[in-house]
């Protein structure tokens, strides 16, 4: 634990970091427990919308409407929740690559998440190298 007062020459000063909180911070490398949280809950419906469609010739006829209703009704909470993970994920950025990789796999990385690439693009307009602000 740090002193109060810390000797700063002949002086004693407060230190200047902030308190510790009780919670860790998020750390950069890592996804947050809002896009963890929307992958798993997207998982789960997609594996329910999908048994509830391969298992819909064995249904006995008598249940068939009330299973397809089940299957149509999940299929539309999976949709609804696809267009929140989508307003979510506007607002949140992910995290940056590790340093460790290379330029091919950024590339891949750029296209198979086409947002990534866009966001970089926006947050990199007018602190290039090449543009001074004064």
Do not use: C
């Not at 000797?7 to 860790?24: A, D, R, V, Y």
């Amino acid at each position: 634990m740090e002193p109060f007062f810390v000797p700063h020459g002949n002086k004693f000063t407060m230190p200047t970091e902030p308190l510790e909180s009780s919670q860790p911070l998020p750390t950069p490398g890592r996804y947050g427990s809002g896009a963890i949280g929307f992958h798993w809950i997207m998982f789960l419906l997609v594996v329910v919308v999908g048994i509830l469609g391969l298992l819909h010739d064995d249904w006995p006829k008598a249940t068939q409407p009330f299973w397809i209703n089940v299957h149509a009704v999940i299929g539309l909470l999976l949709w609804f929740t696809l267009i929140a993970r989508f307003g979510w994920r506007s607002r949140h950025a992910p995290p940056m690559l590790p340093s460790n990789v290379g330029a091919f796999a950024r590339i891949r990385a750029a296209f198979l998440q086409p947002g990534a690439l866009a966001q970089h693009r926006s947050r990199s307009i007018g602190r290039g190298p090449h543009r001074t602000v004064r």
